[in-house]
C-alpha cells in the first residue's frame, strides 16, 4: 500500500517480465506477493506460481487475481 493506495505492477510488465525470464512449467516465486499480479500473470502464462503476502487487508484484492487461475495465496 502506497499512501494509502494499492500500488501494483501493471499486468503487461508482468507478462513481459514472466515471458522473458521463465519457460511455461517454470516456477515464479514472489515473496512479497502484494496484490498478486505477478502470481495471476504468471499462472495465466503457463507457469507454476507460489506467493507470500503478510498484509491481511489484502486479501480480498489477492482472491481477485489468482482466485481466477484456480490457487490461492499462503
Known amino acids: 500500500v502506497?499512501?494509502?493506495e494499492?500500488?501494483?505492477y501493471p499486468a503487461g510488465l508482468c507478462r513481459l517480465l514472466v515471458e522473458a525470464l521463465t519457460d511455461p512449467g517454470d516456477l515464479?516465486?514472489?515473496p512479497f506477493a502484494g496484490?498478486?499480479?505477478l502470481?495471476?500473470?504468471a499462472s495465466s502464462?503457463?507457469?507454476r506460481a507460489v506467493g507470500y503476502?503478510?498484509?491481511e487487508s489484502l486479501r480480498a484484492v489477492v482472491d481477485r487475481n489468482v482466485r481466477p487461475q484456480?490457487?490461492?495465496i499462503l
Do not use: Q, S, Y
Request: hydrophobic letters at 45%; charged letters at 15%.
Open 70 to 72: 484456480g490457487f490461492g
Open 53 to 55: 503476502e503478510i498484509n
Open 39 to 41: 502470481l495471476g500473470t
Open 2 to 4: 502506497k499512501g494509502g
Open 28 to 30: 515464479v516465486v514472489d
Open 6 to 8: 494499492l500500488a501494483a
Open 45 to 47: 502464462l503457463g507457469r
Open 35 to 37: 496484490t498478486a499480479m
